[in-house]
């Protein structure tokens, strides 16, 4: 596609369920990551994908959460027992590069997925 | 400590006036600077990227970058109402990700 795509774009749950959320990276871009932001705060770092493997995913807060890449283009994290304060904008990014192979830094965000946690 | 700091703000400044952000980094061994841009209800967009010493100028925008100070700058000459938004100072330290701060929210006023 021509950008990033996230869906849902908003996703209501209620607290203890199991959510997923996707992204579809610009096609071609081997470094994928998640990052989620808080109203008034900069993005935090989640999880970085090189390819298929997670590459660093020192920022998952908890075991709640997970995400995978199975063919090294679609994520899906995955945030199990959700809770009120996983109520958060979760952004998805793409480069095409990763460090080590050339430019890094340009990152390409899709919209985001709003989860609310009731 | 926070890997990246910010001035939350606001900042308000006139409409053709020069507005300066900063920015603060704790990992001494990062090497790659970035600013990106945020709308509100919008997801942040790459402006300018900086990795040695000095100013970097690209239209309107001048980064600069002071690694011994460990401190980076941006700033926007001639801002107009468009260039209201929260800026994001961005640092990749020595592993393999981008950390960003919390962002300076910037409004100019007509």
């Known amino acids: 596609g021509a950008g990033v795509s996230q869906t849902p774009s908003n996703k209501v749950t209620e607290k203890g369920k199991y959510v997923e959320l996707r992204c579809d990276p610009i096609?071609?871009?081997?470094?994928l990551y998640w990052y989620r932001q808080s109203l008034g705060q900069g993005p935090e770092f989640l999880i970085y994908?090189?390819?298929?493997?997670?590459?660093?995913d020192s920022g998952l807060p908890n075991d709640r959460f997970f995400a995978v890449r199975p063919e090294g283009s679609v994520s899906t994290l995955k945030i199990q027992r959700t809770e009120r304060g996983d109520s958060a904008v979760y952004l998805c990014?793409?480069?095409?590069?990763?460090?080590?192979?050339?430019?890094?830094?340009?990152?390409?965000f899709g919209e985001g997925s709003r989860l609310t946690v009731l | 400590q926070k890997e990246v700091e910010q001035n939350s703000g606001p900042l308000s400044v006139p409409e053709g006036a020069i507005a300066s952000l900063n920015c603060t980094y704790s990992?001494?061994?990062?090497?790659?600077f970035f600013w990106y841009r945020q709308y509100s209800g919008k997801s942040p967009e790459l402006i300018m990227s900086?990795?040695?010493?000095g100013d970097k100028e690209d239209g309107r925008f001048t980064a600069q970058l002071n690694k011994a100070s460990q401190y980076v700058s941006l700033l926007i000459r001639d801002s107009q109402p468009s260039d209201s938004a929260t800026y994001l100072c961005?640092?990749?330290?020595?592993?393999?990700?981008?950390?960003f701060g919390t962002g300076t929210r910037l409004t100019v006023i007509p």
């Open positions: 990014a793409s480069s095409l590069f990763y460090l080590g192979q050339g430019s890094f830094g340009e990152l390409f």
């Open positions: 096609s071609g871009h081997t470094a």
């Open positions: 994908f090189q390819g298929t493997g997670a590459a660093d």
């Open positions: 990992d001494r061994v990062s090497q790659s």
């Open positions: 900086i990795y040695s010493n």
């Open positions: 961005a640092v990749v330290p020595g592993a393999n990700n981008l950390f």
